[in-house]
């Protein structure tokens, strides 16, 4: 059982600190590949046979073991069931693996194994098209990272091939379900074999990802929004309105309220496929940035030092680390006026009849949910906030605002798969929306004539001042 370090005996703090002694001994002996290799292993057990088996062999022995890694590589293929996540992670144990063993098998083949591998397995028929169709089941952070993964793929086939491509400009084929090779010429019938199976399999790449990237939209649209009186209030804070950096910036629905206040609105955030969402207007700047942020590129992407306005916080500070962030923040705002707003929003508020049955079951969901989002849980009251209070105001929050927006029960429904800890449970064998629950949802629901209700999701703001810190 894991214990804090402040908990330990000294024999137990003594056997930690060697254990940290040695791996900083290994780490600093590793090449950066392999030492990525050795991070990924959940136990010293693991770690050891990797270590063994690449570092421990006579060369016979290591020959052996080349063979049969050859052979693995020749006999590779992914079942119908499998995901091309966990096929590339099984396929990439086995080339990294040569890779070790001998550098000489460090080629680009491997690309168009692969490729081959996936034309067999991903080549779509109409019906299997509309099986994509169920990725309500997915949460929004996961439909996020799994679309990560295919834009990677679709980044590397735009790089080999001549045709230009846009994963959005596919509504025909999505609608359809269709998938038809293009015309080619064939220099021979193994050459035209690869080419016909790699179109195909590059044709089907790009619409599994427009279906993802619709669904993303439809989690969007069950995001609650944000009151004008939150921003109205932010922005009667700060002395001047010229620059604003949004930061976690998302897809934008914060920025787009603070561009009509403010001159410049510089959106943030680590996720290119989330900005791509975000609404383009000519007084918002987007930029993705790494999750920490060095000076040089905060100077380059953001702004000089002491030169915005304001820097805010959507529903995202508890995720950051906030030492780091709070420094980068003293450094960027104007001095000694500039200010800082960070908020959240809480679970919705819809009747007296609804709510409790609500409460209940998201009560039940805790064990699911990551520690931090208690901050979010408590109002951002205990998180840490060293500015000092803005003017007009005697503490830095949290203040309440309210958002009300009209969904309907299937509206609420996709809030609730939008939840990180709603995948966390699927992936732990546990339904939420099972049909008990969803019965109680619709009995309690009552809806309007037209099918809504009108739901309120409480939003808390923590705002200060950059100019009086408190250490």
């Known amino acids: 059982m894991y214990k804090p370090y402040s908990d330990l005996d000294d024999k137990e703090k003594k056997k930690v600190d060697k254990n940290d002694k040695a791996k900083v001994m290994i780490y600093d002996a590793l090449p950066q590949r392999e030492l990525e290799r050795v991070c990924l292993c959940k136990t010293a057990k693991k770690i050891l046979d990797l270590l063994l088996f690449v570092h421990h062999d006579t060369t016979q022995v290591k020959v052996n073991k080349i063979d049969s890694l050859i052979q693995q590589y020749e006999e590779f293929s992914i079942t119908n069931d499998e ?43 109409e019906a299997e098209v509309e099986e994509t169709r169920r990725l309500g089941q997915l949460s929004f952070e996961k439909l996020i990272e799994d679309l990560d993964t295919y834009e990677e793929f679709l980044n590397f086939i735009r790089g080999t091939s001549n045709e ?25 019938e193994e050459e035209a074999h690869f080419e016909s199976t790699f179109k195909s399999y590059q044709r089907t790449l790009r619409i599994m990802a427009n279906l993802f990237l619709k669904q993303a939209k439809q989690y969007s649209k069950t995001r609650p929004g944000y009151p004008q009186q939150l921003f109205d209030f932010i922005a009667s804070k700060t002395p001047t309105h010229d620059v604003v950096w949004d930061v976690g910036t998302g897809s934008g629905q914060a920025a787009v309220s603070l561009a009509s206040i403010y001159k410049s609105v510089i959106g943030t955030d680590t ?13 918002i700047r987007y930029e993705c940035t790494s999750a920490t942020l060095s000076v040089s590129e905060l100077e380059q992407k953001i702004g000089k030092e002491s030169s915005i306005d304001l820097v805010t916080v959507a529903q995202a500070l508890h995720w950051f680390d906030n030492d780091t962030f709070y420094n980068q923040v003293k450094y960027i705002l104007k001095k000694p006026n500039g200010v800082i707003a960070a908020w959240c929003y809480t679970i919705p508020e819809i009747d007296d009849q609804f709510d409790p049955i609500f409460h209940k079951f998201y009560n039940e969901s805790k064990p699911y949910w990551d520690s931090l989002r208690g901050l979010v849980d408590d109002k951002y009251t205990s998180i840490k906030f060293p500015f000092g209070p803005v003017d007009g105001c005697d503490h830095t929050g949290p203040f309440e605002f309210r958002s009300t927006k009209l969904m309907s029960l299937d509206d609420l429904f996709m809030y609730i798969k939008s939840w990180s800890a709603y995948q966390t449970a699927k992936e732990k064998g546990v339904e939420w929306l099972n049909e008990n629950v ?14 809504q209700k009108s739901v309120t999701f409480p939003v808390y703001l923590r705002i200060g001042k950059v100019g009086e810190l408190v250490n």
């Open 83 to 125: 995901t091309i996540d966990s096929g590339l992670m099984r396929f990439n144990a086995i080339t990294t693996s040569l890779i070790s063993l001998d550098p000489s098998y460090n080629s680009k083949n491997h690309i168009d194994k692969f490729v081959h591998i996936l034309s067999k397995n991903w080549l779509l028929e």
């Open 164 to 188: 230009e491509t846009d994963v959005l400009d596919l509504e025909d084929e999505v609608t359809t379900g269709q998938i038809h090779n293009q015309d080619m010429i064939p220099r021979d």
């Open 271 to 283: 996720s290119n496929t989330q900005l791509e969402f975000a609404p383009k207007l000519p007084s």
């Open 438 to 451: 969803v019965n109680e949802f619709t009995k309690a629901w009552n809806e309007d004539e037209n099918g």
